[in-house]
């Protein structure tokens, strides 16, 4: 295949994985049976806020079965506060995995037991007598920042954990030279991501060896590695990750938090100790997220041009967002990205992130690009309603065209490519827009009341947070195996989103293979590169760019070797299938032979030319060509990273007699720049815009004012389920990136940002004539019906 041809990318090859899953044999964490393994269970504080006063274990001892007990107080001998997530300059606090003194949020772990079995570890925790002295609770913003609130943190002084803003352009010229001044407030609701797994982990000690192996359902095994040994006091080169299958991440797998506990145990108790989390656990304790207030003003000219943003972002980061869960950074990823798409001359904005008596506010797909998402692309439809604009063309008119990039954005990113215009038209197209439009004004004549929303996306694939960079590079190794397969090891981790399957796919256009020539290893700490997992949709920007920059380094070595062989120039050389052959004779030499011969049997002189290293395989580090190491306007060091983009439209309609809402059109047209697997990312965009369906229409995490988490299960935590999920449409426009070796940037989030806009922006559309304003998700029946029953009775 002569040099740069491709075969694999762009094709919808099946998945690999699939293989092992569709046969039910995918390894989870759960399924790692030890001999002699205990099992834990973990004591949860039924307060949201309370001092410990006491713990009294001994029932619990004594039971049957029971090999060890530990509470907070007894466990701060063995382990050092967890270690934070996030390296961001920001209030972090002194936490550790079991609580010491005391409690702040209901679910919070207060004691924990190893024992023979869970059912032994269940019945011991109600054995523990714990004696609390209730504190006062705040579980809003508003509570939160009271002058005299009561502190989650007194030490602090506030319960401000992050606080950051900034002010670029001549924002008051641009609001007073405006012929148009809009402001509204936007608030999201809590929800989070409910993977199929919870957490889990498994860990085994050899104290001996000062050995600890853990296998960890997480996104980042080396990540989690460093958290480990940092939180117990381990060499870290002695600490062993191995990530087998993983029932979704969603980025709710980046900490290593409650996975401490069962690693304490093993040390402790000398056996393999388990730690599974139950639903009821993962609701309670997992990583959570939205629930915020946006103030927003918009100044713009007579057609709707916007000349500048004034932003106030305030966002409810329960108990945590640093150590806990690594929440606390969206709050300035919003800020960073709340201009999205469009053309902003004059930016201030405020960001803050509070602390209260709820759950733990963490990464949850869209890691802060939501919470910039929604009030923009709500706004879009207040100001497009108000101006009598329709929400295409405000859109249109406000965009950063394709000519422009790479576009330094007013917020500071700086966006590679992108071609916002033709995602729109696309998206309007695959719903057949105009035909739409005409049909709701006859159907709103008969009562049927049909809406239409657009919400555009646009979003960092690979991280990039204002006050912070993020370590920006990714390795991969390939190696030739002497039979003339590839072994390609990377620091991604599959979570279900199928890079077994795109990464083989890169590696065999380079190198002229099949896919299954390709074998893709991760998951492994010991037998992996210090890679950084996957978070941020970085996999296909970094991940990608560092295994084809690998595998590019191999085929020159392979031709050089080959040339050697052959006795031909290199130029004289290609890669054909598994096999190097000359271009102008029949010479020729397999990849098995090559890799006997550079493996096993080398020559006297070395059959690989002093120019290469020696062996068959190729390592490289692959970074950010685009990383500015002078402090921009606003002293922060950026690194520019790829930015993908997408248009979803949806059609609803909405029941006025129930409230019910019926999405009868979806679609998507996204930008990736060059797709690897059209068919993964089609799944990707599915997967990703039932999540954020669900979030516009149901999930909702409910807590009264106490503090307690009225819904933990699934029955009273609703889910979507394919009878809300329409078809989707999709469309792929390719933009290449610039800055990456192959074009392709991430977009595994992006789906789940747009939908709660797109459909609260329908949902308006549809109830125009009542005038409705949505102000509040989820938009569950009972919430459409009070909307419309309010606003019918303003109207008259
Ligand atoms: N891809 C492609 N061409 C592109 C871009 C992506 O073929 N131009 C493919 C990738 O190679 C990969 C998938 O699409 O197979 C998603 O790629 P990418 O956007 O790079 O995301 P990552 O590999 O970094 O995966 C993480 C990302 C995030 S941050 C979350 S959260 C998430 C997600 O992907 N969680 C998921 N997708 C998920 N999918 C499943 N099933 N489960 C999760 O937990």
């Given at each position: 295949?002569?040099?740069?041809?491709?075969?694999?990318?762009?094709?919808?090859?099946?998945?690999?994985?699939?293989?092992?899953?569709?046969?039910?044999?995918?390894?989870?964490?759960?399924?790692?049976?030890?001999?002699?393994?205990?099992?834990a269970a973990v004591l949860r504080s039924p307060y949201a806020h309370a001092r410990i006063v006491n713990i009294d274990t001994s029932k619990a001892k004594?039971?049957?079965?029971?090999?060890a007990v530990i509470t907070g107080e007894e466990a701060k001998k063995f382990w050092k506060p967890l270690a934070p997530t996030i390296n961001i300059s920001m209030k972090v606090p002194e936490l550790y995995a079991i609580a010491v003194d005391k409690v702040r949020f209901a679910g919070e772990p207060v004691a924990a037991v190893a024992?023979?079995?869970?059912?032994?570890a269940e019945?011991a925790l109600d054995l523990i007598r714990v004696e609390y002295e209730p504190l006062p609770v705040v579980t809003s913003v508003e509570e939160a920042l009271e002058e005299g609130a009561p502190l989650l943190y007194p030490e602090w002084g506030d319960n401000v954990q992050v606080d950051?803003?900034?002010?670029?352009?001549?924002?008051?010229?641009?609001?007073?030279?405006?012929?148009?001044?809009?402001?509204?407030?936007?608030?999201?609701?809590r929800?989070t991501?409910?993977?199929?797994?919870g957490r889990?982990a498994?860990?085994?000690?050899?104290?001996?060896?000062?050995?600890?192996?853990?296998?960890?359902?997480?996104?980042?095994?080396?990540?989690?590695?460093?958290l480990i040994?940092q939180t117990l006091g381990?060499?870290?080169?002695?600490?062993?990750?191995?990530?087998?299958?993983?029932?979704?991440?969603?980025?709710n797998?980046l900490q290593a938090d409650a996975e401490v506990i069962p690693c304490l145990l093993?040390m402790i108790?000398?056996?393999?100790v388990?730690w599974?989390e139950s639903?009821v656990e993962n609701l309670l304790s997992g990583m959570q997220c939205?629930d915020y207030?946006?103030?927003?003003?918009?100044?713009?000219?007579?057609?709707?041009?916007?000349?500048?943003?004034?932003?106030?972002?305030v966002g409810n980061i329960g108990c945590d967002g640093t150590v806990r869960a690594a929440g606390a950074g969206k709050i300035?990823?919003?800020?960073?990205?709340?201009?999205?798409?469009?053309?902003?001359?004059?930016?201030?904005?405020?960001?803050r992130g509070v602390v209260t008596n709820k759950g733990p506010y963490g990464a949850?797909?869209?890691?802060?690009?939501?919470?910039?998402?929604?009030?923009?692309?709500?706004?879009?439809?207040?100001?497009?309603?108000?101006?009598?604009?329709?929400?295409?063309?405000?859109?249109?008119?406000?965009?950063?065209?394709?000519?422009?990039?790479?576009?330094?954005?007013?917020?500071?990113?700086?966006?590679?490519?992108?071609?916002?215009?033709?995602?729109?038209?696309?998206?309007?197209?695959?719903?057949?827009?105009?035909?739409?439009?005409?049909?709701?004004?006859?159907?709103?004549?008969?009562?049927?009341?049909?809406?239409?929303?657009?919400?555009?996306?646009?979003?960092?694939?690979?991280?990039?947070?204002?006050?912070?960079?993020?370590?920006?590079?990714?390795?991969?190794?390939?190696?030739?195996?002497?039979?003339?397969?590839?072994?390609?090891?990377?620091?991604?981790?599959?979570?279900?989103?199928?890079?077994?399957?795109?990464?083989?796919?890169?590696?065999?256009?380079?190198?002229?293979?099949?896919?299954?020539?390709?074998?893709?290893?991760?998951?492994?700490?010991?037998?992996?590169?210090?890679?950084?997992?996957?978070?941020?949709?970085?996999?296909?920007?970094?991940?990608?760019?560092?295994?084809?920059?690998?595998?590019?380094?191999?085929?020159?070595?392979?031709?050089?070797?080959?040339?050697?062989?052959?006795?031909?120039?290199?130029?004289?050389?290609?890669?054909?299938?598994?096999?190097?052959?000359?271009?102008?004779?029949?010479?020729?030499?397999?990849?098995?032979?090559?890799?006997?011969?550079?493996?096993?049997?080398?020559?006297?002189?070395?059959?690989?030319?002093?120019?290469?290293?020696?062996?068959?395989?190729?390592?490289?580090?692959?970074?950010?060509?685009?990383?500015?190491?002078?402090?921009?306007?606003?002293?922060?060091?950026?690194?520019?990273?790829?930015?993908?983009?997408?248009?979803?439209?949806?059609?609803?309609?909405?029941?006025?007699?129930?409230?019910?809402?019926?999405?009868?059109?979806?679609?998507?047209?996204?930008?990736?720049?060059?797709?690897?697997?059209?068919?993964?990312?089609?799944?990707?965009?599915?997967?990703?815009?039932?999540?954020?369906?669900?979030?516009?229409?149901?999930?909702?995490l409910k807590y009264d004012s106490n503090g307690q988490l009225l819904n933990v299960?699934?029955?009273?935590?609703?889910?979507?389920?394919?009878?809300?999920?329409?078809?989707?449409?999709?469309?792929?426009?390719?933009?290449?990136?610039?800055?990456?070796?192959?074009?392709?940037?991430?977009?595994?989030?992006?789906?789940?940002?747009?939908?709660?806009?797109?459909?609260?922006?329908?949902?308006?559309?549809?109830?125009?004539?009542?005038?409705?304003?949505?102000?509040?998700?989820?938009?569950?029946?009972?919430?459409?019906?009070?909307?419309?029953?309010?606003?019918?009775?303003?109207?008259?």
């Amino acid at each position: 295949m002569a040099n740069g041809a491709r075969k694999w990318v762009g094709a919808r090859a099946k998945r690999k994985e699939d293989v092992r899953f569709v046969t039910g044999r995918g390894r989870y964490t759960d399924d790692v049976k030890l001999p002699g393994m205990l099992h834990a269970a973990v004591l949860r504080s039924p307060y949201a806020h309370a001092r410990i006063v006491n713990i009294d274990t001994s029932k619990a001892k004594q039971l049957e079965g029971v090999m060890a007990v530990i509470t907070g107080e007894e466990a701060k001998k063995f382990w050092k506060p967890l270690a934070p997530t996030i390296n961001i300059s920001m209030k972090v606090p002194e936490l550790y995995a079991i609580a010491v003194d005391k409690v702040r949020f209901a679910g919070e772990p207060v004691a924990a037991v190893a024992a023979v079995s869970r059912y032994v570890a269940e019945d011991a925790l109600d054995l523990i007598r714990v004696e609390y002295e209730p504190l006062p609770v705040v579980t809003s913003v508003e509570e939160a920042l009271e002058e005299g609130a009561p502190l989650l943190y007194p030490e602090w002084g506030d319960n401000v954990q992050v606080d950051w803003g900034c002010s670029i352009g001549d924002v008051e010229g641009a609001f007073s030279k405006a012929t148009h001044v809009f402001q509204e407030e936007f608030t999201q609701h809590r929800w989070t991501g409910v993977p199929m797994e919870g957490r889990a982990a498994v860990a085994d000690y050899d104290p001996y060896c000062k050995q600890m192996t853990v296998w960890m359902s997480t996104q980042a095994p080396n990540q989690s590695r460093t958290l480990i040994a940092q939180t117990l006091g381990l060499p870290e080169q002695n600490v062993r990750v191995i990530t087998q299958d993983v029932g979704g991440g969603f980025g709710n797998k980046l900490q290593a938090d409650a996975e401490v506990i069962p690693c304490l145990l093993a040390m402790i108790t000398g056996r393999p100790v388990k730690w599974t989390e139950s639903r009821v656990e993962n609701l309670l304790s997992g990583m959570q997220c939205r629930d915020y207030v946006w103030k927003l003003q918009v100044a713009a000219d007579g057609n709707g041009k916007i000349l500048g943003i004034k932003a106030d972002l305030v966002g409810n980061i329960g108990c945590d967002g640093t150590v806990r869960a690594a929440g606390a950074g969206k709050i300035l990823v919003a800020g960073a990205y709340l201009p999205g798409p469009y053309k902003v001359p004059a930016y201030e904005v405020r960001v803050r992130g509070v602390v209260t008596n709820k759950g733990p506010y963490g990464a949850y797909r869209g890691y802060g690009k939501d919470i910039a998402n929604f009030p923009m692309e709500r706004m879009m439809q207040v100001m497009s309603q108000k101006l009598g604009i329709p929400p295409e063309e405000l859109r249109r008119r406000n965009f950063i065209r394709p000519e422009e990039f790479p576009y330094k954005q007013i917020s500071g990113p700086l966006y590679d490519s992108g071609n916002f215009e033709a995602c729109l038209d696309k998206a309007l197209e695959l719903i057949d827009y105009a035909n739409v439009r005409n049909k709701q004004q006859e159907l709103r004549r008969q009562g049927k009341y049909l809406g239409i929303g657009l919400a555009f996306t646009l979003e960092p694939s690979g991280g990039a947070v204002p006050n912070c960079i993020f370590n920006g590079y990714e390795p991969a190794r390939v190696r030739l195996v002497p039979e003339g397969g590839v072994q390609v090891h990377t620091g991604l981790q599959n979570i279900g989103q199928g890079i077994e399957t795109t990464l083989a796919q890169v590696v065999a256009d380079e190198l002229n293979l099949d896919l299954d020539d390709v074998k893709v290893i991760f998951g492994d700490t010991d037998a992996m590169p210090y890679g950084l997992g996957v978070w941020s949709s970085r996999g296909a920007t970094y991940g990608v760019s560092a295994v084809k920059e690998a595998a590019r380094k191999l085929r020159e070595k392979i031709l050089a070797v080959a040339a050697n062989m052959l006795q031909v120039a290199v130029e004289d050389l290609e890669i054909d299938y598994k096999s190097v052959c000359s271009k102008t004779s029949d010479k020729r030499i397999s990849f098995r032979e090559l890799g006997n011969a550079v493996h096993l049997w080398p020559g006297p002189y070395g059959l690989v030319p002093k120019e290469h290293e020696a062996g068959l395989e190729a390592s490289v580090v692959w970074t950010s060509s685009v990383v500015s190491w002078t402090p921009d306007e606003l002293g922060r060091i950026v690194l520019y990273t790829t930015h993908p983009s997408s248009c979803l439209a949806v059609v609803v309609e909405v029941d006025i007699e129930t409230g019910q809402i019926k999405l009868l059109d979806a679609a998507v047209a996204h930008d990736c720049g060059t797709v690897i697997n059209p068919t993964i990312v089609e799944g990707q965009i599915q997967g990703g815009t039932a999540q954020g369906i669900g979030g516009a229409l149901m999930e909702e995490l409910k807590y009264d004012s106490n503090g307690q988490l009225l819904n933990v299960d699934m029955s009273t935590y609703l889910h979507p389920t394919a009878m809300e999920i329409p078809d989707l449409k999709i469309a792929h426009i390719e933009s290449p990136s610039p800055f990456t070796p192959l074009g392709s940037k991430g977009m595994g989030e992006g789906p789940t940002i747009a939908p709660p806009a797109a459909i609260a922006n329908a949902v308006e559309d549809a109830l125009s004539e009542f005038g409705v304003r949505v102000s509040e998700l989820p938009l569950t029946p009972d919430r459409v019906f009070e909307l419309i029953k309010r606003f019918a009775v303003k109207a008259g």
